[in-house]
């Protein structure tokens, strides 16, 4: 049924006839303008009902027998036989087969009232949407506001996955009738997100009901518009994550961790399915390996150029309908993983993917690590789902909010271990303490013929505070907890540095106060702005951007800071930001700063631009927002990694560092080819250091003769980085005392 309201005004029907056709047989209960009044309701109910039933009365009759519809089809039409037998046998009774029932007519207009209201937000909410598609923005903005007044959330959500004939409570009279145009599943999304801001992929798909019998196993199942394609889109019905554990293994001295997600997804509903997700790395990470398991067989991926790797998963994933699953990068600190297929009736698939991180250094002694968590997913995570957490450091850690429990399996040791929810996940951080003596690690790399040595240094690098910081503040549904954040950020901004602020609302409002004396009145006036913003729907924010570009432009060394919420949607064109800082290199820097997890297709389309960074959450806001000020300040110098290529290891070299500073200085080397416009070299220095960049990706395939078809390797199991168990480090540490037993043994027998 359509809504709730139509069920009542259905049930009515078989009520009314029934209490009609037992007042016949006791006369001494009659009530006739009541019962007149009555059988004139329920005739309205039903002849609306027979009416938008009548297409499917014919196929009905073959449903009942082979598909299992039962009645359904019919059951208007013979209410509405039965009511109109019950109306001939009440003039009968009475005596008044001749004239009108007393009160008939004023039943049936009562029923068609409630019908036009029980249907009232369907059809505006319709009638709205059809004006969305109007090319006249006024006419776009108005039914913007009617649908976040009025508008039905759950059809715009249904409208998101498609038309469905048999989905629960749909909108039958436009579907059977088509009136007006059809809204496609992109433009529905947009008017989702416009509306609600938020993805539509943020919430369960629709629930659908496709009756008994031959056709009843649907109920689970929705078409996957985005299957192969390099979008997360729709959620899937039946697919679940089933477990997550997430293994961490930090070396604090080097300020790098590597992280191993394991995940195994389920599928519940009767087709294979593929499992989507966007993930947010830890701030500078870089995948460097990716495995799935085949018949319970570890099997390590290949390294490819983007276009290579993606090539052979469509190829084996979808036509071949095989074992593959690929990693691609899709934005700053961003990356798409795809596995297909998941096999149906409750079977799982598992991967693992291992991230190589740089640790954020708070000062010299502290170190800071965030989790690589969900920006989008096409699967469900239900609410009672835990993500299982082990990190393991040479130095003291500890958790955010204590939320993981500390241990110390030997000494020197220290971990942490326990549960999160995703939500959790997202937030959640821990703190390293380190040895602020050691400033110089080194590594040899093996990747290399011959073989080199990679320096990381920490220095401390002085910092130039902006002459403009242009504010492009998101006014999305969502962000109304950031504007004080950000209003305090304004305050505290440092002398000297020119403000100007940018809203990004329905339209865009530049705020500029009038008649303000001081900078401090300014300021004051500026925030108060801020604080006064009202959040609506969800916005676009490349108009403001591209203003905020060209206040930006005016002046030299001159930063745009965008505070915002997810952008799932393009809502207009990038190409006219693109364009200025592809004619205007450098161009202002542009801190893309978000307040919550989700997909943002603006840095995704900036990806390949080197002034456009992503500033990571670290904490919390205004945490980052005062980290932020902190380097803007004059003379103020921030604790950097920095990593060279030398032939061999210097004398003076102490500490040893694990084989991740080299793929970290791998890493920022293709990303400084990049900027060159060295595509090739920066391609093959990222498949020899078996990295996912932003040209090129990781795929597993099932068999040898699929690798060699489309030109790739896998990589050998024996140079992929891995997470030792406990047992291992026992057997290093013998190893290491054996060697140095042994060593001081020749020294005794030289002697």
């Known amino acids: 049924m359509p809504s709730f ?8 029907v078989p009520i009314i006839n029934g209490l009609t056709w037992w007042s016949l047989t006791r006369p001494a209960t009659w009530r006739l303008s009541l019962q007149s009044w009555a059988n004139g309701f329920a005739f309205a109910i039903s002849l609306y009902y027979t009416f938008l039933f009548i297409p499917l009365l014919l196929p009905g009759l073959f449903a009942i027998v082979f598909f299992g519809w039962g009645l359904l089809p019919w059951a208007p039409a013979l209410a509405l036989a039965s009511t109109l037998v019950l109306r001939r046998r009440l003039k009968l009774a009475t005596g008044c087969a001749n004239k009108r029932l007393p009160g008939f007519w004023r039943g049936a207009t009562f029923a068609c009232v409630l019908l036009i209201a029980a249907s009232a937000p369907v059809w505006l909410t319709r009638s709205a949407m059809q004006m969305a598609l109007s090319d006249e923005e006024s006419t776009q903005r108005r039914a913007l506001r009617l649908l976040r007044t009025i508008g039905d959330e759950d059809l715009i959500l249904r409208e998101c996955y498609g038309r469905t004939p048999t989905a629960a409570n749909m909108d039958m009279f436009t579907l059977i009738l088509g009136m007006g145009n059809r809204i496609t599943p992109e433009k529905a999304r947009e008017l ?29 199942w929705s078409w996957d518009r985005d299957q192969g394609g390099d979008r997360v889109g729709a959620r899937v019905t039946g697919l679940y994550l089933e477990s997550s554990r997430i293994d961490a293994v930090i070396q604090p001295e080097a300020a790098t961790a590597y992280t191993e997600w394991t995940m195994v997804f389920r599928n519940d509903s009767p087709r294979q399915a593929e499992a989507r997700a966007q993930i947010i790395l830890p701030a500078g990470s870089v995948v460097s ?28 994933a979808i036509r071949q309908r095989r074992d593959p699953v690929l990693v691609t990068t899709c934005g700053p600190d961003r990356i798409l993983v795809q596995c297909f297929p998941v096999p149906p009736d409750g079977k799982t698939m598992k991967v693992r993917i291992g991230i190589t991180s740089p640790m954020v250094l708070l000062d010299e002694t502290n170190a800071l690590l965030t989790w690589p968590h969900f920006a989008e ?44 929810t995703d939500s959790a996940l997202s937030a959640h951080n821990i703190r390293i303490t380190r040895d602020a003596g050691v400033r110089e690690v080194w590594a040899r790399d093996t990747f290399s013929s011959p073989t080199t040595v990679v320096c990381q240094k920490l220095v401390e690098v002085p910092t130039t505070p902006p002459q403009r910081v242009v ?4 006014a999305s549904t969502g962000m109304e907890h950031v504007y004080p954040s950000v209003a305090n950020c304004v305050r505290k901004m440092p002398e000297g540095i020119e403000i100007e602020v940018f809203i990004a609302g329905d339209t865009v409002t530049a705020v500029r106060p009038a008649n303000i004396k001081t900078e401090a009145d300014f300021r004051a006036k500026l925030a108060e702005c801020i604080s006064n913003i009202r959040a609506v729907g969800g916005q676009d924010n490349l108009p403001a951007l591209e203003q905020a570009w060209d206040a930006a432009a005016e002046k030299t060394n001159s930063v745009v800071l965008w505070i915002h919420g997810p952008q799932p949607i393009l809502l207009s064109s990038i190409e ?13 820097v542009l801190l893309a700063l978000q307040t919550e997890s989700g997909p943002n ?67 920022d080397e293709v990303g400084r080819l990049i900027s060159q416009r060295k595509t090739k070299e920066a391609a093959e220095l990222a498949m020899l250091y078996q990295l996912v960049t932003r040209v090129t990706g990781a795929v597993v395939l099932e068999t040898a003769d699929q690798y060699k078809a489309h030109g790739l390797q896998p990589v050998d199991p024996a140079t992929v980085p891995s997470i030792p168990e406990p047992s291992t480090y026992v057997l290093l540490g013998l190893g290491l005392a054996v060697l140095l037993a042994n060593k001081r043994l020749r020294r005794a027998i030289a002697l």
């Open 5 to 12: 309201w139509h069920a009542l005004l259905v049930a009515s």
């Open 192 to 220: 989702y997100y416009r509306v609600t801001g938020r993805p539509f992929n943020s919430v369960p798909a629709p629930p659908v009901r496709t009756g008994r019998g031959a056709w009843g196993e649907l109920a689970n």
């Open 289 to 316: 390996r990716l495995t799935l398991w085949i018949n319970d067989e570890e099997r390590e991926a290949a390294f490819g150029t983007r276009s290579q790797v993606r090539t052979a998963y469509e190829r084996v």
């Open 377 to 420: 997913r096409n699967f469900t995570i239900r609410d009672v789902f835990r993500h299982s957490v082990w990190v393991e450091s040479q130095g003291e850690i500890t958790s955010k909010n204590g939320a993981l429990a500390a241990e110390q399996p030997k000494p020197g040791v220290f971990a942490l271990r326990g549960e999160l």
């Open 471 to 474: 504010l492009v503040i998101d």
């Open 576 to 588: 006219p930001l693109r364009q200025r800082y592809q004619r205007r290199a450098p161009g202002p």
């Open 601 to 667: 297709r603006i840095l995704e389309q900036l990806s390949d631009i080197s002034s456009v960074k992503s500033v990571a959450l670290f904490t919390s806001l205004p945490e980052t927002l005062d980290r932020l000020l902190r380097s803007w300040q004059p003379n103020s110098r921030i604790l950097v990694a920095q990593r060279t290529k030398v032939a061999e290891f210097p004398a003076s070299a102490t500490t040893n560092a694990t084989s991740h500073i080299v793929r970290l200085w791998a890493c």
